[in-house]
T-cell receptor, first 113, second 115 residues
């Protein structure tokens, strides 16, 4: 058990509505990541966190924001969802710099109608 | 920036046959390479990794990958596959960011094992 849980696991929403996905970890990992998975693209990094209140952008950050107020929680927010944000979102965590293992949650499937 | 290319989007193979999933990476002074596996409706799990040392790395379930610097490749192989190996496999490389590292993933290869 990697100790990473995501909620909700499935969500259907309408264009223009705000959406927040939550990632919770129990292993006190320093680094946390949000990726999106789309067919033919693999996983692409949205945002990441390198400590409490410390976050930075990944390669596909437009339209997304994140917050990390506690070590264990990393929130991903879509301020105004669009159909292009329909995807499967994965949270991941790592202790030190990724030369070790990256632990993944089971994913959150978001559909924007 | 580092990148990886997985050359096959899908690989169908019969049970007990050998398989090779191909991965090429962008050349760099130092490189750390990974293979992750994703079973249906699950997150990704680390299969094996190359950080340094022996160029041949193995997983506990019979997969192996060889780091080839001259060909910038890190192909994944298994001499005899099982139905349970059906999954999507991702090659990944570490890329350095301003405040830490990230994994850059290839597009994935779906391995379909047929009986």
């Amino acid at each position: 058990d990697a100790g990473i849980t995501q909620s909700p696991r499935h969500k259907v929403t309408e264009t223009g509505t705000p959406v927040t996905l939550r990632c919770h970890q129990t292993e006190n990992h320093r680094y946390m990541y949000w990726y999106r998975q789309d067919p033919g693209h693999g996983l692409r990094l949205i945002h990441y966190s390198y400590g409490v209140k410390d976050t930075d952008k990944g390669e596909v950050s437009d339209g997304y924001s994140v917050s990390r107020s506690k070590t264990e929680d990393f929130l991903l927010t879509l301020e105004s969802a669009t159909s292009s944000q329909t995807s499967v979102y994965f949270c991941a965590a790592a202790g030190t710099g990724l030369t070790g293992e990256l632990f993944f949650g089971e994913g959150s499937r978001l559909t924007v109608l | 920036a580092q990148s990886v290319t997985q050359l096959d989007s899908q690989v169908p193979v019969f049970e007990e046959a050998p398989v090779e999933l191909r991965c090429n990476y962008s050349s760099s002074v130092s490189v750390y390479l990974f293979w992750y596996v994703q079973y249906p409706n699950q997150g990704l799990q680390l299969l094996l990794k190359y950080l340094s040392g022996s160029t041949l790395v193995e997983s506990i379930n019979g997969f192996e990958a060889e780091f080839n610097k001259s060909q910038t490749s890190f192909h994944l192989r298994k001499p005899s596959v099982h139905i349970s190996d059906t999954a999507e496999y991702f090659c990944a490389v570490i890329d350095t960011m301003e405040y830490g590292n990230k994994l850059v993933f290839g597009a994935g290869t779906i391995l379909r094992v047929k009986s």
